[in-house]
């Protein structure tokens, strides 16, 4: 049986020289200011409802497709195009060619709210990223890039 871990410190220290804990304390920031945003602009989405919405935007898709590219299960993902198609943001229709298929595309109503969102994640980023000079964002961009093209070939 391994033995508690007693000091915090100890704990943190370790925990903080870790890669994923500093991408999760970035994400969680970035997270949290693009919510206050959405919050303020009255925009009520469950955050993994967001890429969707995103993603819809540019092409209507099935429901595995929309899985495949969030990397979420099938019945997750089910649960949020419920919850949008609730909301009249989306629109779920068989597919024309495989009835098997569900078909899921933005409302109009959908679409305003992605050119909404659009909008607000660009000023969240430009506030969130306003603490880096412009030479280094674009240094961090093609980094963090490189690292999401590298570990994507896993």
Do not use: C, W
Request: net charge positive; charged share 35%.
């Amino acid at each position: 049986m391994e033995k508690p871990i007693t000091d915090f410190n100890a704990f943190k220290d370790g925990i903080s020289d870790s890669f994923f804990f500093q991408i999760h304390r970035m994400k969680r920031t970035i997270f949290r200011h693009t919510n206050a945003l959405m919050n303020e602009a009255g925009i009520n989405l469950q955050l993994e409802q967001l890429p969707l919405i995103m993603i819809l935007q540019r092409k209507n898709l099935s429901q595995r497709e929309l899985s495949d590219m969030t990397m979420r299960d099938k019945s997750s993902i089910l649960r949020s195009i419920n919850a949008l198609e609730k909301k009249a943001l989306v629109e779920v229709q068989k597919d024309k060619d495989d009835k098997r298929k569900n078909i899921v595309s933005l409302t109009e109503e959908g679409i305003s709210l992605a050119k909404s969102i659009r909008l607000l994640m660009k000023k969240a980023e430009d506030e969130v990223l306003s603490v880096f000079s412009a030479k280094e964002r674009i240094e961090a961009l093609e980094t963090i890039r490189g690292y999401a093209d590298k570990l994507d070939t896993l």
